[in-house]
């Protein structure tokens, strides 16, 4: 079965440092991996997605993440935080054949002024 | 225009009541999900529907009653709630592909429910 680790609870930073969120998967496969941000009483809306090609992922609001085989990483990264990314990020693995995604415990992050 | 929409948005109930939350997308997606958040932010899947017919039933209760009326809808009913229930439930929808693991799901708004 597939699993997701998020190591870090919780994460600060100030506004316009750089930002790198770790996630470690376990598959037995080539993973779909998956970042979303849930923002405080909202749904969950998605960052970026990977599933094979290249192993660098943009995605929305300036986030881009690496895939890496060797060390079972997807870790997300923004090189200038803003205050309002302050959210709760969750790293997701989807296994082939299932419908349905396995979700990281999530890092909430804090954004000092 | 809301692609995945889910009512009500808090639901705040007595133990061993009976409660349904409902799930609409207009996405013309076909496949449909729910998740349960827990007060530690945890997130688990529930149920997951492809083309009204249930795919993925994760070890819940069968308190919990999922029921897709159309593809368009997914709801859910809770029958004898228990303080354990409380939690935000999360409706998501995809559109099927060959990967299947690897759609990617749009998910609702969440419902907040809290047994007294």
């Known amino acids: 079965a597939q699993s997701v680790t998020q190591p870090d609870i919780h994460i600060t930073v100030s506004e316009g440092a750089s930002l790198e969120l770790r996630c470690n998967y376990s598959?037995?496969?080539?993973?779909?991996l998956f970042w979303y941000v849930q923002s405080p009483g909202q749904g969950l809306q998605l960052l970026l997605k990977?599933?094979?090609?290249?192993?660098l992922v943009q995605g929305i609001k300036g986030f881009e993440a690496e895939f890496k085989r060797s060390q079972s990483s997807f870790n997300l990264r923004k090189p200038s935080v803003h205050w309002s990314d302050a959210a709760e990020y969750f790293c997701?693995?989807?296994?082939?054949?299932?419908?349905?995604?396995?979700f990281g415990s999530g890092t909430r992050l804090q954004v000092q002024p | 225009d809301t692609a995945v929409s889910q009512t009500p948005k808090y639901l705040v109930t007595q133990m061993g009541n009976d409660k349904s939350i409902k799930c609409e997308q207009n996405?013309?997606?076909?496949?449909m999900y729910w998740y349960k958040q827990d007060s530690k932010k945890f997130l688990k899947i529930m149920f997951s529907?492809?083309?009204?017919?249930?795919?993925i039933n994760e070890t819940v209760p069968n308190r919990f009653s999922p029921k897709s009326p159309d593809k368009a809808h997914l709801n859910l009913h809770i029958n004898s709630l228990e303080l354990g229930d409380s939690a935000v439930y999360f409706c998501?929808?995809?559109?099927?592909?060959?990967?299947?693991?690897?759609?990617?799901?749009?998910f609702g708004p969440g419902t907040r429910l809290t047994v007294l």
């Open positions: 998501a929808s995809s559109q099927a592909t060959g990967t299947s693991g690897g759609d990617t799901q749009y």
């Open positions: 598959y037995g496969a080539t993973p779909y």
């Open positions: 990977y599933f094979s090609g290249d192993t």
């Open positions: 997701a693995v989807g296994a082939e054949g299932r419908r349905a995604l396995t």
């Open positions: 996405l013309g997606h076909d496949t």
């Open positions: 529907y492809n083309n009204k017919e249930l795919i």
